[in-house]
């Protein structure tokens, strides 16, 4: 990132990074309607449960959450649609390829405006079991207590 970069993160997905293990992460422009884009500029999107797929060789992104523009009329969007991502085409076969290895997903981790223009950033996650999730959280829970201990001896 250069210093012109101007970026509003919007929604991000933290439940994305205590459930997946995140092997890479691509940024992708989202294809939206002008009520949507009101409400994104609003703060009121919600990244839960959403994930991405492959079809026809094209991204699309599933069950991200856009809530309906308040000063919208009749012709409000749908919250819940699927809505197209934009990569480069190299990069969507590359994906295509991970993707279809067993237990491998893609999962949004944050959506923001970068330069005014919507974007998605997208992992490539594998699901992480239940005991590597306790071992994420002991080893976050040590960190804190060395830190609690540097703090109460450098006060002495």
Same mark, same amino acid.
């Given at each position: 990132m250069t210093k012109q970069d101007n970026i509003k993160i919007i929604a991000t997905n933290r439940k994305a990074r205590h459930d997946y293990q995140i092997l890479n992460t691509f940024e992708a &422009? *989202? +294809?939206?309607?002008g009520t949507e884009v009101k409400s994104l500029r609003q703060g009121k999107a919600n990244l839960k449960d959403s994930y991405a797929i492959i079809k026809n060789g %094209? !991204?699309?992104?599933?069950n991200m959450h856009i809530s309906?523009?308040? @000063? &919208?009329?009749?012709?409000? @969007?749908?919250? !819940? =649609?699927? $809505?197209k991502l934009?990569? @480069? $085409? @190299? %990069? *969507? =076969? =590359? !994906?295509? &390829?991970? +993707?279809?290895?067993?237990g491998l997903t893609l +999962?949004?981790?944050k959506i923001?405006? /970068?330069?005014g223009i919507a974007k998605v950033e997208l992992a490539l996650v594998r699901g992480k079991k239940l005991y590597d999730r306790r071992q994420d959280?002991?080893?976050r829970d040590a %960190? #804190?207590?060395?830190? =609690? %201990?540097? /703090?109460? /001896?450098? #006060? !002495?």
């Open positions: &422009g *989202i +294809v939206l309607q %094209e !991204l699309f992104l599933l309906p523009y308040s @000063h &919208g009329t009749a012709y409000n @969007h749908d919250p !819940l =649609r699927t $809505r934009l990569l @480069h $085409r @190299h %990069e *969507i =076969r =590359r !994906l295509i &390829g991970q +993707v279809q290895e067993k +999962v949004p981790l923001y405006f /970068k330069n959280i002991a080893k %960190e #804190r207590e060395l830190q =609690r %201990e540097s /703090k109460f /001896k450098a #006060r !002495l």
